[in-house]
């Protein structure tokens, strides 16, 4: 039987990729107590990466939203796949922190991770609402858009 959050995710039309595997030597996801680290997430839908280059360059600020979420559904696969398939166990989406891959002179870094923290908010609800940063970066992995990662309350 789906949960809560899934159905809110068919409800809007919504699908998570596999959560990526680790692209290093680090984890897609730490437990710890009633907390959960997801690391960092790219714009890397089912093995294939999307969105590259730099927003406010070669890409539009909308491309950038749109990088961040996926990045955001990618934070959803791998709370999915920390909690056993069971999306109901998170209490609060707690903090994201966002990268933006940017010019110097871009200034729009919270506009592009809008777009992944609107849509936590719209799949999640007040459960969703987070505190969060927005930095630009000279470069990111395999040269994405955008990189966020997320502290998640669970039950």
Same mark, same amino acid.
């Given at each position: 039987?789906?949960? $809560?959050?899934? /159905? ?15 692209? *290093? ?7 710890? *107590? ?6 960092? =997430?790219? @714009? &890397?839908? !089912?093995?294939? &990466?999307?969105? =590259? ?18 990045? /955001?559904?990618n934070i959803i696969a791998q709370a $999915? /796949?920390?909690l056993d398939g069971d999306l109901d ?5 707690? $903090?994201?922190? *966002?990268?933006? !891959?940017? @010019? ?5 870094? @919270?506009?592009?991770? !809008? ?9 999640? *609800?007040? $459960? ?23 502290? &998640?309350?669970?039950?």
């Open positions: 039987m789906a949960g $809560k959050i899934d /159905a809110r995710l068919a409800e809007l039309g919504l699908e998570l990729p596999t959560a990526p595997a680790a692209a *290093g030597a680090y984890v897609g996801y730490v437990r710890s *107590g009633n907390q959960l680290f997801v690391a960092g =997430q790219i @714009p &890397i839908w !089912n093995g294939e &990466i999307r969105h =590259q280059g730099k927003v406010g360059g070669d890409l539009t600020l909308e491309e950038g939203q749109e990088a961040a979420r996926v990045c /955001a559904l $999915k /796949a920390a166990r998170i209490v609060r989406i707690v $903090k994201l922190g *966002g990268f933006v !891959n940017c @010019p110097a002179d871009f200034t729009d870094h @919270p506009k592009v991770i !809008n777009g992944a923290s609107n849509l936590i908010g719209d799949i999640f *609800g007040e $459960k969703g609402a987070h505190a969060r940063f927005a930095m630009g970066a000279g470069s990111l992995p395999l040269n994405v858009a955008v990189e966020i990662d997320a502290v &998640i309350e669970i039950a």
